[in-house]
């Protein structure tokens, strides 16, 4: 029997690279793929005859863990597994109090992420293995996220915190590139890392965020 499967991501090139994995498997069938979670609600109001979600956490409109918790009360039938980039203790325990039934890698290859569908779909929960052993620590200390909460730890690198402080001044990436003496390309590289160690989508939610926690 075929798994019916949607795919839900706000990078359509991730989304490609889901499919290209999935489709080595005659008996996964993706019916769906939506761009954040209000597409995918809207996807799910026409038709919910799905078994499994696979959902990205940062999105913007309305995020993976957002989408679970709605999704779980709506269509309790469909399995959700998180596939993210991000491996960071709170979103793990957000998701997994969210309703999820797995918490996989993006870099997963093929069969593993094959297997994890399987595994999710026979009443298990995919996890990788660095997922895991989080997971059972935050069982341990359930206390410890609530108090990591508002104590994040983000590490950028020195070169990383001076393009945030030209970027916080509203300067271009040209001029950010000349004041530092790097090439245009090397600070929209070192811009895509900021942003995604910082979890955010943009200049001003990465220069709030920075000020936040102290790192400009």
Same mark, same amino acid.
């Given at each position: ?12 090139? $991730?989304? *490609? ?46 995020? &993976? ?36 039934? &797995? ?11 094959? *297997? &994890?569908?399987?595994?999710?779909? *026979?009443? &298990? ?41 030209? $970027? ?13 003496? $790097? ?34």
């Amino acid at each position: 029997m075929n798994i019916k499967i949607a795919i839900v991501d706000d990078n359509s090139f $991730l989304i *490609n690279a889901v499919k290209e994995k999935l489709s080595f498997f005659d008996d996964l069938d993706v019916k769906f793929t939506a761009c954040h979670g209000s597409d995918l609600l809207l996807k799910l109001s026409e038709n919910h005859n799905l078994d499994l979600i696979l959902l990205d956490i940062e999105m913007p409109i309305l995020n &993976g863990i957002e989408s679970t918790e709605i999704v779980k009360q709506k269509f309790p039938h469909i399995k959700i597994i998180m596939l993210t980039v991000f491996d960071n203790d709170e979103n793990i325990f957000n998701a997994i109090k969210a309703g999820a039934d &797995g918490y996989l890698l993006k870099e997963i290859n093929a069969k593993d992420l094959y *297997n &994890g569908i399987q595994e999710t779909m *026979n009443g &298990g929960a995919a996890m990788n293995p660095s997922i895991a052993m989080k997971t059972l620590k935050l069982l341990r200390n359930p206390m410890d996220i609530e108090s990591k909460k508002d104590q994040e730890v983000i590490k950028l690198t020195q070169r990383e915190v001076e393009v945030l402080e030209q $970027l916080s001044k509203g300067l271009s990436y040209n001029l950010i590139a000349e004041n530092l003496f $790097l090439s245009a390309g090397t600070v929209r590289k070192h811009i895509e890392n900021i942003y995604k160690k910082l979890q955010v989508h943009n200049k001003l939610e990465a220069v709030s965020k920075a000020k936040k926690n102290n790192l400009i």
